[in-house]
């Protein structure tokens, strides 16, 4: 591409990602498909937790850096991770089978659940990142590994290194042997040669476009009848480290400089020239601005807040990256709302309903009341679930409960079903994001639902029928069916009332 063009396509591209920087994925919780688990980019939910059974991963547009969430999140970031795993999956599936079932929406996979073998494949290509830095402070056994003496940061390795970590917070390093004994032989061994595989098979695809692949990370499980499979994401910007082809010929000038004698290590080298230092494309810039302001692994305090123009020079590296590799135009789409954008092609999938009514009570003393409730939701097909704490003995569990249904990406309705002196609905409503609708046991005790507090914001509906209509007419804003229900119900009740009022009229009624 001529230089006057790409940088046309580059200042075309950051006005786009400048116009979006509000229209991001914070969050992909969606509470309707159950049980959910959070990780630092993706959210995942289980349809069940049988294995073979679908798993919904939604990747947001957070960003993670060590091992710190940042408050940022950066526009297109999860489309270009989903994306490019499925472009990973579709070009290594004559290698290892994948998890991978489909994609209703750019910022979602469905994968098969598998048995998460719990470890992180590590494939090292060469001396960077964590290895580099033990490397120079002395340390040559990795994961039972001898790496020869003499190396220096960013060279080559002689042969790709495996580097298996635990998945866990702490990601401690192991041995393939430990690897054997958690998992079986057979296995571990199937899932190093195939991580090697993987590894090339990347390598080569890289080469082919400009790029150096230095190492990766992968995840296996297996599924329903033990077959291995390749899971969660691949060779993703998030998971891997690249540099262009052009960008690492300074590995040639840091080896005439470190000749000399005049350095300790390259890390020296560095901070005394850090034209040097060879740019990767990964997560790193992030990382590079985090550790210019002060913070790096280890630090506490607040985590630095990227600035509009890191943010958007981020967003372009992935988008830019994304398209170098695969060869493929990023589709931007059409700007519209990305979370509303993906609760309708969910909906449109017939995975999710688009609401959840959370019927929260004081007391499992109004079990009687909540079913009535929940009946009423079910005429209309709602989806609904319960939740149990007294606002007077577990305030604070309360709130818990209300933050977590906040970062919902589809609509939420609170029904508050609390008696006597009802703190539930002052409560709920302070905190909650979500509408919350006070419906009361007793109907003759709902004087302390209308009482509520400055900032207190709770409706009042005392029928279990109205409150379900209610229901309905507000998530019919995000699923038209449920409009279309209450139309027809009404439809049904006027057309029973002129069929009366016409057997009235002929003497046929009294």
């Known amino acids: 591409m001529k230089t006057e063009t790409k940088k046309a396509k580059e200042s075309l591209y950051k006005k786009r990602i400048k116009k979006n920087l509000g229209n991001v994925l914070e969050s992909g919780y969606i509470p309707e498909l159950g049980i959910y688990k959070k990780g630092k980019v993706r959210d995942v939910h289980f349809t069940s937790e049988k294995v073979g059974k679908p798993i919904i991963m939604v990747a947001s547009d957070r960003v993670s850096a060590f091992d710190h969430i940042l408050d940022t999140a950066i526009p297109y970031k999860g489309k270009v991770l989903n994306l490019f795993a499925k472009w990973v999956f579709e070009n290594t599936s004559d290698i290892v089978?994948?998890?991978?079932?489909?994609?209703p929406n750019n910022s979602v996979v469905i994968q098969k659940n598998c048995k998460n073998l719990n470890f992180e494949f590590i494939v090292r290509g060469y001396v960077w990142g964590s290895l580099a830095g033990a490397y120079e402070k002395g340390e040559r056994d990795f994961c039972g590994i001898k790496l020869t003496e003499g190396l220096?940061?960013?060279?080559?390795?002689?042969?790709?290194?495996?580097?298996?970590?635990?998945k866990t917070e702490s990601d401690e390093n192991v041995t393939f042997a430990d690897v054997e004994k958690a998992i079986g032989k057979t296995l571990a061994k199937k899932a190093k040669n195939i991580s090697f595989e993987l590894y090339e098979r990347a390598s080569k695809l890289a080469k082919k476009n400009g790029y150096i692949f230095l190492d990766t990370k992968y995840e296996f499980g297996t599924d329903e009848k033990g077959v291995l499979h390749l899971i969660d994401e691949a060779n993703t910007p998030d998971s891997s480290r690249y540099c262009e082809i052009t960008e690492y010929e300074k590995f040639k000038d840091i080896q005439k400089e470190m000749k000399t004698g005049k350095y300790k290590d390259v890390s020296e080298l560095l901070a005394?020239?850090?034209?040097?230092?060879?740019?990767?494309?990964?997560?790193?810039?992030?990382?590079?601005?985090?550790t210019e302001s002060g913070f790096s692994y280890g630090a506490t305090g607040k985590i630095p807040t990227l600035t509009e123009a890191q943010v958007i020079e981020t967003s372009y590296r992935y988008i830019s990256f994304y398209e170098n590799i695969t060869g493929l135009d990023f589709p931007f789409g059409d700007d519209t709302n990305v979370k509303q954008a993906l609760v309708s092609s969910l909906i449109k999938e017939g995975y999710i309903k688009g609401g959840l009514a959370v019927m929260m009570a004081g007391s499992d003393s109004d079990a009687d009341h909540l079913k009535s409730i929940k009946t009423e939701l079910d005429k209309y097909d709602i989806s609904s679930v319960v939740r149990i704490a007294s606002a007077h003995k577990q305030g604070g569990e309360c709130t818990q409960i209300i933050n977590e249904y906040n970062k919902s990406?589809?609509?939420?309705?609170?029904?508050?079903?609390?008696?006597?002196?009802?703190?539930?609905?002052?409560?709920?409503?302070?905190?909650?994001?979500w509408p919350v609708v006070s419906c009361p046991p007793k109907r003759d005790e709902h004087a302390s639902c209308l009482a509520n507090p400055p900032g207190s914001s709770n409706a009042l509906i005392l029928r279990q029928g109205n409150v379900a209509k209610f229901a309905a007419q507000y998530f019919g804003q995000t699923n038209s069916i449920y409009h279309k229900k209450i139309e027809s119900d009404n439809k049904n009740k006027i057309q029973g009332l002129e069929s009366a009022d016409e057997k009235a009229r002929k003497g046929k009624l009294v």
């Open 97 to 103: 089978k994948n998890a991978l079932l489909e994609s």
């Open 152 to 166: 220096l940061r960013y060279e080559k390795l002689k042969e790709p290194l495996f580097t298996p970590t635990t």
């Open 272 to 290: 005394k020239k850090p034209k040097l230092k060879i740019k990767e494309l990964s997560k790193q810039f992030v990382r590079d601005v985090l």
């Open 409 to 433: 990406i589809e609509p939420v309705l609170i029904i508050a079903v609390a008696g006597g002196t009802d703190a539930l609905s002052g409560l709920a409503s302070f905190h909650s994001v």
